[in-house]
């Protein structure tokens, strides 16, 4: 697995201290909320556990899984929800947990789909942010790290499926996926 990778980009433990910081910075902004949490599945699901252990406030939690990539390193544009949310997010606020935003593409029609769904506050916050490919116009309201503009895998982030238990990001050598 770690010869598919052609430089690290950021250390575990870099991406520990991040994530705290993220937690610090969330606690003090959903003071006496009570945040519904959502984690984007799949690959969200290892920084949303660290992440709420970061958040010091009382808040719950949910899981909705999407999926636009499959096999492929670029989003084929149609969001499919593979699985939906247990609970009503009607007045609630919700503080949505994504692993990266690429295209922007998945996060707009989370956001869309919240909104009907009359949600009173939606917050996103993202731990990787990979700018230079956005299509729709989209800004989290928090985010990590900043990417360049290539294929990376690890913590949480996969190549058709692969990857998601490496403890840093890196990014991938494009024979993996050019093969
Ligand atoms: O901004 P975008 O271009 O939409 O890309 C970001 C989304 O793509 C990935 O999910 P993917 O569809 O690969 O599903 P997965 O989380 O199960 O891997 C990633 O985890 C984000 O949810
Ligand atoms: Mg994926």
């Known amino acids: 697995m770690q010869n598919d990778i052609k430089e690290v980009l950021y250390s575990e433990a870099q991406i520990q201290a991040k994530v705290k910081e993220?937690?610090?910075?969330?606690?003090v902004d959903f003071e006496g909320r009570n945040p519904l949490v959502i984690c984007v599945l799949k690959g969200a699901f290892i920084f949303m556990s660290d992440l709420v252990k970061a958040i010091s406030v009382p808040l719950e939690i949910d899981f909705m899984a999407v999926s636009s990539y499959g096999q492929s390193t670029q989003s084929s544009?149609?969001?499919?929800?593979?699985k939906d949310l247990d609970v009503s997010v009607e007045g609630r606020d919700v503080l949505i947990v994504e692993d990266?935003?690429?295209?922007?593409?998945?996060?707009?029609y989370l956001i869309d789909v919240l909104e009907h769904r009359n949600a009173k506050s939606v917050t996103v916050v993202t731990l990787f942010d990979k700018p230079a490919r956005r299509t729709v116009d989209l800004?989290?309201?928090?985010?990590?790290?900043?990417?360049?503009?290539e294929f990376v895998v690890g913590y949480?982030?996969?190549?058709?499926?692969?990857?998601?238990?490496?403890?840093?990001?890196?990014?991938l050598k494009p024979h993996v996926y050019e093969k």
């Open 22 to 27: 993220l937690g610090d910075q969330l606690s």
């Open 100 to 108: 990266i935003i690429d295209s922007g593409l998945t996060l707009s």
């Open 156 to 171: 949480g982030l996969d190549f058709a499926e692969k990857y998601r238990n490496l403890p840093y990001i890196g990014i």
């Open 139 to 149: 800004q989290p309201d928090y985010k990590g790290f900043t990417l360049p503009d």
């Open 77 to 82: 544009g149609v969001v499919k929800i593979m």
